[in-house]
């Protein structure tokens, strides 16, 4: 548990780095261990600018983007876009009133990160969980005869484990409830090869 106040005299030692004694005393009488720091700068220097170096720019360049996009079309696969298509068949084809089918053909990252979260699992050792998108192309069949090619965003949550400022595994989920492809910039290509 942390305490902090800038109030030294009052609740901190002559140093001002731990918890008045008497506190101190009364803390470890309920069983509690709180840490005191008499500033947020302070707290930050003891536990977080070990953390310095972990920002967008150092994520993009470390992450073995080749090795994410070997499982991402997998993966792509298995994302329930049902609602995505429909939307897409309401829109864009107007006259087939049959069953949709899609099977996606690539997918691959942008080396894009659009947010992520750092969690710390000892002094050296972080996960940090990444909202990433790419692209896909999808084979977006309208009848056994008919069918059309598709650009689509997708997104999906990775998860990293760095230790020592080195990214040492990779877990990317593509759960529907935290992956989808996206109807915002989507567009029809007329001819794949």
């Known amino acids: 548990m942390c305490f902090i106040s800038a109030n030294v005299h009052d609740f901190g030692d002559r140093e001002g780095n731990n918890l008045h004694p008497y506190l101190q005393n009364e803390t470890e009488q309920l069983g509690l261990d709180v840490r005191y720091f008499r500033s947020l700068n ?3 220097a003891v536990h977080a600018n070990h953390l310095n170096f972990l920002d967008e720019q150092w994520l993009s360049t470390n992450i073995d983007w080749e090795f994410l996009n070997l499982s991402v079309l997998e993966g792509v696969r298995g994302i329930h876009c049902g ?3 429909e939307t897409f068949e309401r829109n864009i084809v107007r006259d087939y009133n ?3 089918n899609y099977d996606p053909l690539q ?4 080396q ?3 947010m992520f979260n750092v969690g710390c699992k000892a002094p050296d050792e ?3 969980w990444m909202s990433l998108g790419g692209t896909a192309i999808v084979e977006y069949l309208l009848d056994d005869e008919h069918y059309n090619f598709v650009a689509v965003h997708f997104h ?3 998860n990293v484990r760095i230790r020592d400022k080195i990214i040492i595994g990779y877990e ?3 759960y529907d409830e935290n992956s989808g492809l996206s109807i915002e910039g989507a567009c029809e290509i007329l001819y794949f090869a």
């Open 42 to 44: 302070h707290f930050n």
């Open 83 to 85: 609602y995505y298509f």
């Open 98 to 100: 049959g069953i949709l």
């Open 107 to 110: 997918a691959k990252y942008d």
């Open 112 to 114: 894009s990160i659009s």
């Open 126 to 128: 972080f996960d940090v």
């Open 156 to 158: 999906t949550k990775v």
């Open 172 to 174: 990317a989920n593509y």
